[in-house]
């Protein structure tokens, strides 16, 4: 069983411009969730979808965005990149969807090492 | 609104035991889960304590207080392979899960 694919997996861009970042859950998976890690905040979360539709949104300023689509693959989008954007974007995929019990397991994918010049 | 507090690091000698603390502020809980994350990897799960005592998955045992808010990640006969960066989470209010800061170990020879 395939697991989590990002894409790609190391850029680098230059203050200003805008990046395009990929997710492919584990099949079944349609629940996809994005993080930001950085060593000073640790792993912060960004956004989830869930059926193309966004579910919840973390404390990030409108530049990140995100879409889903119908086969349950994700993208996010920064759009004029700012150096504090440096970071590991990280993307996790779950099934069931989180159920009450909260034992909803994450399955993150390698991420993608974006550095800003 | 939620947080979570752990140890930035923690070293160990290969052989020993080792437990991570983690204190949570949370409205409304769900349990708490632990990931381990190698250098350059992604986090990957480790355990879920959804009720109050301990669970034990092979050398990885995690203990919950829910009256405490209150629990550890203990990792027995540790191997060199056991360094990497351990972090608690629980789930947020709006459903996502809110992780902590992270723990590094470092296990030495």
């Known amino acids: 069983k395939a697991g989590v694919t990002q894409t790609p997996r190391y850029l680098i861009k230059t203050r200003g411009q805008q990046v395009t970042l990929s997710c492919s859950p584990i099949?079944?998976?349609?629940?996809v969730s994005w993080y930001q890690q950085t060593p000073g905040q640790g792993l912060q979360f960004l956004f989830e979808y869930f059926s193309e539709t966004q579910r919840n949104k973390g404390n990030f300023p409108g530049r990140f965005s995100g879409r889903q689509f119908s086969n349950s693959r994700s993208e996010m989008n920064v759009s004029t990149l700012e150096l504090g954007d440096s970071a590991l974007y990280l993307c996790?995929?779950?099934?069931?969807?989180?159920?009450?019990?909260?034992?909803?397991?994450?399955?993150f994918g390698a991420g993608s090492r974006l550095t800003v010049l | 609104g939620q947080s979570l507090e752990q140890p930035s690091e923690v070293t160990a000698v290969e052989g020993a035991i080792v437990q991570i603390n983690c204190t949570y502020q949370?409205?409304?809980?769900?349990?708490l889960s632990w990931y381990q994350q190698h250098d350059g990897g992604a986090p990957t799960f480790l355990s879920y304590?959804?009720?109050?005592g301990l669970e034990e998955t092979g050398r990885f045992s995690s203990f919950l207080s829910r009256s405490d808010s209150y629990g550890y990640l203990l990792l027995q006969e540790l191997q060199m392979k056991d360094s990497a960066s351990y972090f608690c989470?629980?789930?947020?209010?709006?459903?996502?899960?809110?992780f902590g800061k992270g723990t590094k170990l470092s296990v030495k020879p």
């Open positions: 099949s079944g998976h349609r629940s």
């Open positions: 304590n959804a009720l109050d």
């Open positions: 949370t409205s409304g809980f769900y349990g």
């Open positions: 989470a629980v789930w947020g209010s709006q459903g996502n899960l809110i």
């Open positions: 996790a995929s779950s099934f069931p969807d989180r159920g009450v019990s909260g034992a909803n397991v994450l399955t």
